[in-house]
């Protein structure tokens, strides 16, 4: 999609207007120095659509960025460390040299950039030197997006939720993070403008409306904007954006951190504040709860432990207490040491499995009683399900209900009957993993109801 010449600058403008004048929710406050705004960067670096090249500064200064999906658009034209000085004299990028190889989608933007007004445009692929891996490093926060359509979806009173969800852009994990954090964005979906704040939707083919807001009880995907950057309740929120970040694409499993970046570092501040640090995508803080991660069948992503969600490939969900805070307070006892190193009690069970399309089995005891039931990790590609015996569990923490109901809110009397368990395969070294994660009842862990050598105390290490 190309920017038409008869698309309403002005009322984009008068959007962008509106909402920093009136909507609380999306004033800045306070940007501060640029060692506190950007502390990961020397240097912030910038294409200048007036002199058309790059600069350098150490200014907080606003911008306008570009949000993609790398294709075709990119057409092999990016920062290098070769080109990088060239790139910085003025008038470069409409030079002859270089003019004819800037790809159409950043002609665009850049034409948008002067028409609302703005002298800065920031572009991963020319602001970050692609063969610094330092440098790539460094996440931003966006503010226009530029959705490249893989499938045409028909409608006519589609939401911008709806439209997107049928798009390239939707899918990837790399743009997630941008759909959450920026307090404005401009959406270029099937010929359609839409402009999205914290407060806010806006489309060129619908009447303006002066309070038009968003309802509370919006879908979440589509409120994301709002619902992730505001971190009401930090744990809950956190997990709601995991959730809907899991089940997008990833090309390089590596970068299933790196792509949560900006996310990361912003729930990094908050764990702070309470002393805490984040450890492999985790708040330290919250540790207990969010070990609970499940979906049906997850398979491994090698280089990240087994106990944290970066660990499997698929998207997870986590348990829903009435009091998170409460809960983490008054049924949880597991000190973690670092490197993951505790104790608690190892129970063993035989497992009956379920035959359906979800990977889970029901737990049995030693009189071949069921006790619990557990959601099965790595099912098709771990060898130990092959293996007839029994199976080694860990005890977590306390649960007030059992898992069909693991992830809905209850509205039950608690009485806290089921215990969280963990499934665990030992591998070389002592190192525990995670195979599974489920719920027994209290009764499970007295004596004799457990196949022999358990109930035990253990130091486990979890990797």
Known sequence: MRVKPQLDFRRLR??????????????????????????????????????MCLVETRDVVPYIALSYVWGSVTSGFWLTTRNKTSMMRQGILSSP???????????????????????????????????????LQ?????????????DLW?????????????????????????????????????????????????LETCEDHPNAQFSHTHD???????????????????????????????????????????INRRIRRISLRFGYRMLEGIPTGAFDWFVLFVRFGLCRRDGFPSYSWAGWRGKVDFPLYDDTN????????????????????ALFFSLHYVE????????????????????????????LFDQEGLFEFILLSQSDSDL????????AVKDWKWYNVMLIEWKEGGIAERRGIGTIVKEAILPGASYEPGPVWKEIILG
Request: net charge negative.
């Open 97 to 135: 040299e270089y003019s004819p190889g800037l790809p159409p989608t950043i002609c665009d933007a850049i034409i948008l950039v002067k028409e609302l007004r703005r002298k800065f445009l920031w572009v991963d692929s020319l602001c970050l030197i692609q063969n610094d891996e330092e440098d």
């Open 14 to 51: 008068g959007w962008m207007a509106t909402c920093k004048r009136t909507h609380v929710e999306c004033i800045l406050k306070g940007a501060g120095a640029f060692e506190e705004v950007l502390p990961v960067l020397d240097v912030l670096r910038l294409i200048d659509v007036e002199n």
């Open 404 to 411: 069909p109901q693991f992830l809905h809110l209850s509205t």
């Open 356 to 383: 359906s399309h979800v990977p889970s089995a029901s737990v049995h005891d030693r009189a071949g009683v069921k006790c619990g039931d557990v959601f099965l990790d790595g099912f098709e590609e771990s060898k």
């Open 220 to 262: 979440f995907l589509s409120s994301a904007p709002p619902l992730g950057a505001r971190m009401d309740f930090p744990i809950l929120n956190y997990g709601s954006l995991l959730s809907s970040y899991t089940r997008r694409a990833l090309t390089e499993q590596s970068d299933i951190l790196r792509a949560m970046a900006g």
């Open 326 to 345: 409460e809960w983490l307070r008054l049924r949880t006892w597991i000190i973690w040491y670092p490197l993951l190193q505790f104790w608690t009690l």
């Open 154 to 202: 028909m409608g006519v009173y589609a939401s911008v939720a709806q439209l997107l969800k049928n798009s390239a852009y939707e899918t990837r994990a790399w743009t997630f993070r941008e759909h959450v954090i920026s307090r404005r964005i401009l959406y270029f979906v099937e010929d359609k403008v839409f402009f999205q704040c914290r407060e806010s939707i806006r």
């Open 138 to 150: 460094n996440g931003i926060d966006i503010t226009i997006v530029r959705e490249v359509q893989e």
